[in-house]
């Protein structure tokens, strides 16, 4: 099983790659979609969004992080992808299912799921434009309001050069509804396609890793959101952990929040650990409390006090086998 990290735009940025790689056995990560429009984008970009460029293409723990672009026209996304690859991107990945509205009024993203031919010519640019040895990758959803196109469109990519293509198993309207997931829904396209098929959605723990891999007839898996909610997920799917406690997911946001004030990203800070304790919340109930003090709070060095507080008393209940509530 391979076990790949979703490009989760404005979540996923370079520090939290590096955070969860640390911990974690991913075998590679996706960076958050670089913008292409009708022009060649400076170096400037992409290091940006992907400072791993600096670093061979991977994070400091050793996973390859591989650039992801999100664009409509052919040509322009083939000529930023030959500029992303010349950096030092270990491949190219094409984003063809953000489903965000901002996004989709500009014709990027889940918008192409309408137009498989569209999306079948900018995989073939870019396959064209990129050094045969580095993979040329795709993400898509089922389609855009109904699943009736999924196998044109995982046809389009393929054809056009993709050598592996992830599916998200919902379509854009679904949007990330829980109850909409079809993993069932990959299988008849993993099984048609040469190119490995890797699903996506709704991976929150083993059992979901394993249902997803026999309904979908799929080996690999990426997971996004859930990989927010439980810090370590990756080695909980593979089997080689158990969930983090709550104690520990406490002390990695602790030590997260020490890198963030320190980088020049920190005037975000507040906002950002919010939006990541609201997928924690999603699986570990116990932190209500710990948001509920947190969320009216906007000063940094409040936040952080507040962090190594609940670190140190969930970690003190845990030891004296008390809930930690």
């Known amino acids: 099983m391979r076990v790949i990290l979703a490009p989760m735009e404005g979540v996923m940025d370079p520090l939290m790659r590096q955070v969860f790689t640390e911990i974690n056995n991913y075998d590679l990560c996706v960076t958050e979609f670089v913008r292409v429009v009708e022009q060649r984008l400076p170096e ?7 400072p791993e460029l600096d670093q061979g293409g991977k994070t400091l723990a050793g996973t390859p992080v591989r650039v992801q672009l999100l664009g409509q026209h052919p040509q322009w996304m083939a000529e930023n992808a030959a500029i992303a690859a010349e950096l030092g991107s270990p491949g190219i990945d094409l984003n063809f299912g953000c489903p965000a509205k901002s996004v989709n ?3 990027g993203g889940a918008v192409m799921l309408k137009t498989p031919e569209q999306i079948h010519q900018v995989v073939s640019q870019v396959r064209a434009a990129v050094p045969a040895h580095l993979p040329v990758t795709a993400k898509v959803r089922l389609g855009w309001d109904s699943g009736d196109r999924a196998m044109e469109i995982a046809d389009a990519a393929a054809s056009g050069g993709a050598a592996e293509l992830v599916i998200h198993a919902r379509t854009k309207e679904d949007g990330y509804r829980a109850e909409r997931i079809d993993w069932p829904a990959i299988a008849p396209i993993a099984k048609a396609l040469t190119i490995p098929v890797i699903a996506n959605g709704e991976i929150w723990n083993r059992a979901d890793a394993l249902a997803c891999q026999q309904q979908s007839g799929c080996e690999d898996i990426m997971l996004g959101r859930g990989a927010l909610a439980v810090p370590n997920l990756a080695n909980v799917v593979r089997g080689t952990e158990s969930a983090y406690s709550w104690s520990q997911v406490a002390a990695l946001m602790a030590d997260y929040a020490e890198r963030e004030i320190g980088g020049e990203k920190s005037i975000y800070f507040p906002n950002r650990v919010k939006q990541w304790l609201r997928y924690i919340l999603m699986q570990y109930p116990q932190a209500e409390p710990f948001f509920v003090e947190l969320r009216v709070l906007r000063c940094v060095d409040a936040i952080v006090e507040l962090l190594k507080r609940e670190q140190e008393r969930a ?8 809930p930690v509530f």
């Open 44 to 50: 400037k970009v992409f290091r940006r969004l992907c």
């Open 105 to 107: 009024r500009s014709n």
């Open 315 to 322: 970690f003190e209940l845990e030891q004296r086998g008390e």
